[in-house]
């Protein structure tokens, strides 16, 4: 549970179902340097091929069960995906997404108000305290929470448990949604543990590179706040999470996805009862400030004294989650940072010996994401690995994908769907993505398709495009007095405290 | 304790989910079992197979019966290191194609290790049984590695071992705790090692290793998922059965002499803003009685937001912001684990007093019915959703079979938590809960405190 876990890599495989689930995944990260690195060959040696592994040269074609779906007289869409196994696995998942109602909705003035609001819920409802809520999940061995999440437009209710504590799980599901009164006792003790959460928040390098990243590429759009701070912490009282809750949780912006061993025709009027009384309300605004176009690549270093090594993020902004763009970006970022058998990987850890891992991600939202490729490396290193990624970067977009490399992306792309049938929340996850984006109804049916389809030239239209190595958001979180010098030889530096000041430049 | 009842309503309540909660999740328990069959090939390889058909997918998992525990002075983290060149070559595999065939073909594979085994494993669709198989006979038969390849995992193991933890706040604190408390070798020092050991690792090392541990007669395969149990025997008999054995690895003494007195040290972390308090007592092996009452009793002491330790420190003193606890399930004499995270400024000695008189109170107050029926609860949970998938499937069979010697555990194991009763609690916290069987490491954080955010 601990420390117990030594994985040769990140572990994906058991990633694979938590990114799909989330609508606002946030893959992975990337940067940019000034001068485009000389084209020296830095690169990787090649994996070696012995080719004498059994291979089945055909691709299992697959097709997604589609959920049953439902939409209430109150707007509240209900998706449902029962387990195919037989027996069934006599469990139950469920989430309630609300649009509308995630950190994007924040007040200016008081980012994580979407967070605190949500993670109250379960803290006490008209008829039920919070020690009554806490008593009954646990006594069922069943899990409720609730959550909204920095970037995200919505917040999330889940509930699972035994599927025959289904109707105590809707029950309390909906309680705590529609009926929280953020009583001021709890309020008081969860501020308090906030405000010292962020102290340990602020010693963790990866936070924050993540925050400083986004703050530079989302400027004024809300997608660039990533924590909440004491000082938005204390405005915040039951009135003021009330007033939240009220404007912002509504049935016709929500969907409820279900997954397991329920039955359809016993579990829509209990559904119907249990949130029928929910007020349809009205659409959220989904309209933000346009994100920055910079015209160079800086440099963001967050000094963070006896750092052993540094965390390195290079990327811009990406795609909205319609975007044409969605399957040439997804295969460009596979080819160069998708995994731990894509360009990077191969060149900075099987190569080089710089880190554990180095991958590419990206997102896409309702709004524009990101695409960037990130890394931990040794100190002494920094140097080296910035022009590994660099080099990386570059070639991505000078030089076309070779076809059998694109092939082998593309096949493991599609193979690797016959995965998500093991699990039907994968399933269920691809609906609710179809839901909130409107994707068209045959869209996962197409979807290998769709892959199959992308060209070399493709990708390196969707490289010239994400990947802007001329104007990106470098961002460095490590000792300063280290490697500062090595990073000016990229672009223009500014340097930050782990408190987010700025510090220099 | 529960917490304080405030109502009749509460009562009523708690009575019906109690009521409702025990004959419901005890025969869903029932439902998750998983049927699977075992074989033994002439070369002592143990094959364990079940079948699942509602997916076309199959995951593959190979338990060595070898971990950080065999590992002798000077070379520590070398069981892991040795895992990493697991994918870097062997008779029939280039460097890096394995993983590469995985992934081109669907799948995903990673590798694992802890004290007491190393565990490789792939994920993949069900036309790849072949492939699957092939690359992990392959690299049970040898290895094809060399002085580059081993400095190249050397770099990424100690990569790893500065993401995980000299580069984070209480990074060194777990790895103090299991120093501090150990006197034998073999669990004292951790599973990542030693920057100094990593740097001592050699070809030959490497060499002698596999020599030593990697053997069909010293691993288990479990397939699971959807395959044919026939098919998958004429499988493995055509890859893994031309496999030589070997002699038996060494026994390793996993003996812990009694601990006499209390042990305590306090570190300074450079990383961490807060302190924090973390308690070890020597427990008994896994999956042995006195474990599995001590895994209820964790649950009832820090499951949840209505355990004892949540509601005393978090809820009512308001003196912590999380406290936990757990029993460590080992094939050795494990360590019941604690952690508390202080709110800046409260008396740590407090603390600890509060958290000692809570661990008190399972000695001379049996646990209540509404507690032991919730950490069943979640015992039965746990168990169902271990087996949502082939490859959770899959490692469970294969680990139980390396680790317990009862790759059945996964169907029996939930009985066995079923069956523990009050005085059960009540015994093992007076048999290991004791001031002398403790370890407690106190880091103090030494990063500049937080300006304004």
């Known amino acids: ?505 | 304790m529960r917490i304080v009842v405030r109502s009749a309503a509460v009562v009523l309540l708690s009575l019906c989910s109690l009521i409702a909660a025990l004959p419901q999740t005890e025969s869903a328990a029932k439902k998750a079992q998983v049927k699977f069959r075992e074989f033994r090939l002439e070369n002592g390889l143990r094959l364990i197979v079940a079948e699942d058909h509602h997916a076309p997918v199959y995951s593959i998992a190979v338990s060595y019966n070898v971990g950080s525990r065999d590992e002798r002075r000077g070379r520590t983290g070398f069981a892991h290191l040795f895992e990493h060149m697991m994918f870097k070559g062997s008779g029939n595999v280039g460097d890096g194609e394995h993983s590469l065939l995985i992934a081109n073909n669907g799948g995903g594979d990673n590798g694992t290790t802890d004290e007491d085994r190393t565990l490789y494993y792939e994920t993949l669709p069900k036309n790849q049984l072949d492939l699957g198989m092939f690359l992990e006979a392959d690299r049970m038969s040898g290895l094809d590695i060399t002085q580059e390849s081993l400095d190249n995992q050397r770099n990424a193991v100690q990569e790893e071992r500065r993401l995980r933890v000299d580069n984070q706040p209480y990074g060194k604190t777990f790895e103090t705790v299991s120093n501090l408390a150990y006197e034998n070798f073999a669990y004292q020092h951790s599973v990542i090692g030693s920057m100094d050991d990593l740097n001592a690792a050699s070809v030959d090392d490497v060499k002698k290793f596999f020599s030593v541990y990697y053997a069909p007669n010293n691993a288990v395969v479990a397939i699971v998922g959807d395959v044919n149990t026939d098919e998958v025997l004429a499988k493995a008999k055509q890859y893994f059965g031309k496999i030589k054995s070997n002699t038996a690895p060494p026994q390793i003494d996993m003996d812990e002499p009694t601990q006499e007195k209390e042990k305590r040290t306090t570190i300074e972390d450079p990383l961490a803003r807060l302190p924090r308090i973390s308690v070890a007592y020597h427990i008994s092996q896994g999956e042995t009685d006195d474990y599995f009452a001590l895994s209820l009793l964790s649950t009832i002491l820090s499951s949840g937001q209505s355990s004892r330790l949540y509601t005393k420190l978090v809820k009512r003193d308001q003196v912590a912001t999380g406290a936990f606890g757990f029993a460590e399930d080992k094939r050795g004499p494990g360590l019941f684990q604690l952690s508390v995270s202080p709110r800046p400024g409260k008396d740590l000695g407090e603390i600890e007093k509060t958290l000692y008189a809570e661990l008190d109170r399972f000695k001379k107050e049996p646990v209540t019915d509404s507690e032991l029926q919730k950490a069943k609860n979640f015992a039965i949970r746990s168990h169902i959703s271990s087996m949502s998938s082939s490859l959770g499937i899959a490692v469970n069979l294969a680990d139980d079979a390396v680790n317990f010697n009862d790759p059945n555990l996964i169907n029996t194991e939930v009985d066995k938590l079923l069956a523990v009763k009050k005085e059960d609690i009540m015994r093992v916290a007076n048999k290991y809960f004791t001031d002398n069987n403790r370890t407690v490491v106190i880091t103090q954080p030494k990063a500049k405190p937080a300006g304004n955010q």
């Open chain 1, 1 to 505: 549970m601990l420390q117990t876990i030594r994985l040769r890599k990140t572990n994906q495989l058991f990633m694979t179902t938590i990114v799909t689930l989330l609508v606002s995944a946030m893959v992975i990260l990337p940067v940019s340097a000034k001068q485009a690195v000389p084209g020296q060959k830095t690169t990787g040696k090649n994996t070696k091929i012995k080719g004498k592994a059994p291979v089945n040269k055909d691709v299992l074609k697959v097709t997604l069960p589609k959920p049953y779906e439902a939409t209430l007289k109150n707007g509240l869409t209900v998706l449902i995906l029962q387990d195919s196994r037989s027996p069934k696995l006599p469990t139950v998942s469920m989430q309630l997404q609300i649009a509308g109602a995630g950190d994007l909705f924040d007040p200016k003035d008081i980012p994580g108000l979407a967070s605190v609001t949500a993670s109250m819920l379960r803290e006490g409802t008209k008829t039920r305290t919070s020690d009554q809520i806490s008593a009954a999940i646990d006594e069922a061995g069943a899990s409720l929470g609730a959550g909204a999440g920095f970037g995200s437009s919505a917040a999330t209710v889940t509930a699972s448990g035994i599927s025959d504590n289904i109707d105590m799980l809707l029950d309390y599901m909906a309680d705590i949604t529609l009926n929280p009164v953020f009583p001021e006792k709890e309020l008081t003790r969860q501020l308090t543990n906030q405000k010292i959460g962020l102290q340990n928040l602020r010693t963790n390098a990866a936070f924050l590179a993540n925050e400083r990243f986004n703050k530079a590429v989302y400027g004024d759009h809300p997608a660039s706040v990533r924590t909440t701070s004491a000082d938005a912490l204390a405005k915040i009282t039951p009135e003021t999470l009330k007033a939240f809750h009220d404007s912002h949780y509504w049935a016709g912006n929500a969907i409820l996805a279900i997954a397991g061993d329920v039955d359809i025709k016993d579990v829509m009027p209990k559904i119907e009862k249990a949130f029928g009384s929910w007020e349809k309300g009205t659409s959220p605004d989904m309209k933000w400030p346009e994100p920055p176009t910079p015209a160079k690549s800086t440099i963001y270093l967050v000094d963070r004294p006896n750092s052993v090594q540094t965390n390195l993020v290079l990327g811009n902004l990406g795609i909205t989650r319609t975007n044409p763009d969605y399957f040439p970006l997804l295969v460009m970022n596979r080819v160069v940072g998708g995994g731990a058998t894509a360009r990077l990987f191969m060149n900075l850890r099987e190569d080089k010996g710089y880190t554990y891992g180095a991958y590419s991600g990206f997102s896409s939202l309702q709004y524009p994401g990101t695409w960037s490729a990130s890394s931990e490396v040794r100190t002494d290193v920094t140097d080296g690995s910035m022009k590994e990624f660099m080099y990386e970067l570059n070639r991505i977009r000078n030089e076309k994908v070779p076809e059998k490399e694109l092939e082998e992306v593309k096949r493991s792309l599609i193979a690797s769907f016959a995965l998500s049938l093991e699990n039907p929340q994968s399933a269920l996850s691809n609906a609710i993505v179809s839901k909130i984006y409107h994707l068209p109804a045959n869209y996962w049916d197409t979807y290998t398709d769709k892959i199959a389809a992308i060209t070399a030239d493709d990708v390196q239209r969707a490289a010239k495009k994400y990947v802007a190595v001329d104007h990106m958001t470098i961002v460095a979180v490590g000792d300063g007095n280290k490697i500062k010098d090595i990073l000016k030889k990229y672009g223009d530096v500014e340097v930050y405290s782990i408190d987010g000041q700025k510090v220099g430049s």
